[in-house]
Structures are given as structure tokens and as C-alpha cells.
């Protein structure tokens, strides 16, 4: 798998079929991913995650798988959604073995100057469950702040370029 870009311990690169027996594994890990993510408890098969994948390169959308530059091991995906001239939203998930070892920070603060310096965006939200609190500081810790919040999700924004004043 190519680079595409990368940081000290991740390479980012694009979506693989190759990858697909890993991306189930974190998708469908419903205790550690999948209820984070907002999916439910019916499991994807390989057909589902094939067609994700294929669908994901055939739109050019911006999502990257990630790995561990020291070990080839995979680490998750980080997306940008709904993208438009200014602004995405930002989509994250790390297989459960990859988490707690600071590659969702260093993922979103690559993303977010990937987004800044090759795109032009100016800003990345995303929403978040309010239970999801590792998370929540996680993106709160890469200068993520609260703009708004339901019963169902937190919302949150990064501004990447400040206009002068």
C-alpha cells in the first residue's frame, strides 16, 4: 500500500479490499467501536464492507485507512465528510488493540493540517455521542470546542484558518 501522507508512527492510505477482513473486525466490534460510531448490532458481512469500500474510491472521497508504520499493523480509519470548499466533517474509528496509545490524536491532528494545507478547508466539525468521553477528550485535547449538544450527540469545531481582525 502507497503512502499517501503520514505522520511519525502512521501511514495514511487509501481504502483497500486487501484491508476489508480488518475493517470488519473493527466495525463489528460493537463494544468498542461500532456503539461509538453510531452503527447497530447486526453484523456487516465482507459483501457490505466490499461495496463500502469500492463505493468510497469510485466517489473519491476523502478516507484514509491507517498503519502503523512500525509494525504494518492496521490502525483504523479518519475520514472527511461531506465535503465541501470550506468545511467537512470529521469521521474516526480505531480498532479496539490501537486505542489508548495516542494514534487518534496524532490521526486528527494530521488530518486536520491534511485538510488545512492540501484541501483549503477552514474548518472540520464533527458529533459525537455525550458518553463517548475519551473521545470527546481527545478533540477537546487537538482544539476541538463545543458548539452545541442534544441528548443524542455533541457537536464540535475546529477552525483551521483564522481570519485576520
Not at 24 to 35: F, G, H, I, P, Q
Request: with cysteine; hydrophobic share 40%; net charge negative.
Amino acid at each position: 500500500m502507497k503512502e499517501l501522507f503520514g505522520t511519525e508512527r502512521i501511514s495514511f492510505v487509501e481504502l483497500s479490499e486487501s484491508l476489508v477482513d480488518e475493517y470488519l473486525a473493527m466495525v463489528n466490534d460493537y463494544e468498542n467501536v461500532n456503539r461509538f460510531i453510531g452503527g447497530s448490532k447486526t453484523a456487516f458481512t465482507a459483501e457490505q464492507e466490499i461495496l463500502w469500500v469500492r463505493s468510497k474510491l469510485d466517489r473519491n472521497e476523502t478516507v484514509f485507512s491507517m498503519i502503523e508504520k512500525k509494525t504494518g499493523r492496521f490502525i483504523g480509519n479518519v475520514e472527511l465528510m461531506d465535503l465541501t470548499d470550506t468545511e467537512a466533517e470529521l469521521g474516526i474509528a480505531l480498532t479496539a488493540k490501537m486505542q489508548e496509545k495516542g494514534f487518534g490524536t496524532e490521526a486528527i491532528l494530521a488530518l486536520g493540517a491534511y485538510a488545512a494545507d492540501k484541501l483549503g478547508l477552514e474548518r472540520i466539525y464533527l458529533r459525537t455521542a455525550p458518553f463517548n468521553s475519551r473521545a470527546i477528550h481527545v478533540y477537546e485535547k487537538c482544539g476541538f470546542k463545543e458548539y452545541g449538544c442534544t441528548e443524542d450527540h455533541v457537536f464540535m469545531e475546529k477552525l483551521l484558518k483564522q481570519p485576520f481582525l
